[in-house]
C-alpha cells in the first residue's frame, strides 16, 4: 500500500512537471506546440493559458518557449501550411534562456508609456530586464485613452518551470504604476 501511495505520488509529481513552464524545450515539447498550435485554429480561448490580466485591466501575455512556437505554427496554419522545422528551431532559439511579456498598458496621454521600466521579483530576487521596449506611439480608444504595446524580456536562467513571479512596470521616477502576479507553474 505504502508503495502504490508513492508511485501514485511520483506520477503526480511528474504530471504537474509537464503542466508547467518549460523555459527550454525538448523534441517532444516542440512537437507538442506545434500540434497545440495547428489545433488552435478553431479555439476561440486560445492563449488564455498565458494571460494574465491584473485588477487595473491591463493585460500582460506570458511568451513561454512552448506558447511562441505554438504561436508560429497557429499562424502557419491559418495561411494553410505548416511550420517548419527550420522556422520552429529558430523560434525556439529565440526564445532561450529569456522569458519575454507583451504587456497591453492604458494611460491618459499619448506619451504615458514612454519611460516605463519593468522588472522582474522572483522571491527574493529582482530581475533586471535584458530588453525592454515601451510603444511610442500608442493607439487611441474610442473611450479617449491610450493603448501601449510593451515588449519586456529577461534572462530565465535562475527561474525555474514552477516559479511565481511578479512583474513590476515603473515610471520614470521609479513608482510603481502596475504589477502582474504570474504563475509559471500554471502554463505551458
Known sequence: ?????????????????????????????MQDAVEAGER???????????????????VATVMTPFHRVALAARQAAFRKDTLK?????RVAREQRERLVFWVELRGPREDFARFYA?????GARNIEPAF???E?????EESGTFVARCVYA???????ATSKVVLIVRDGDGRDVTTFAIDLGSMR
Do not use: C, Y
Open 154 to 160: 529577461f534572462p530565465s536562467k535562475t527561474l525555474s
Open 1 to 29: 500500500m505504502i508503495r502504490g501511495a508513492a508511485v501514485a505520488l511520483v506520477l503526480l509529481a511528474g504530471s504537474i512537471a509537464a503542466e508547467a513552464a518549460a523555459l527550454a524545450l525538448d523534441e517532444r515539447q
Open 118 to 122: 519593468p522588472r522582474l521579483i522572483a
Open 40 to 58: 488552435s485554429v478553431t479555439q476561440d480561448g486560445f492563449g488564455d493559458e498565458w494571460r494574465v490580466r491584473n485588477a487595473a485591466g491591463h
Open 85 to 89: 522545422p527550420r522556422e520552429r528551431d
Open 132 to 134: 525592454a521596449q515601451n
Open 136 to 140: 511610442r506611439t500608442p493607439a487611441r
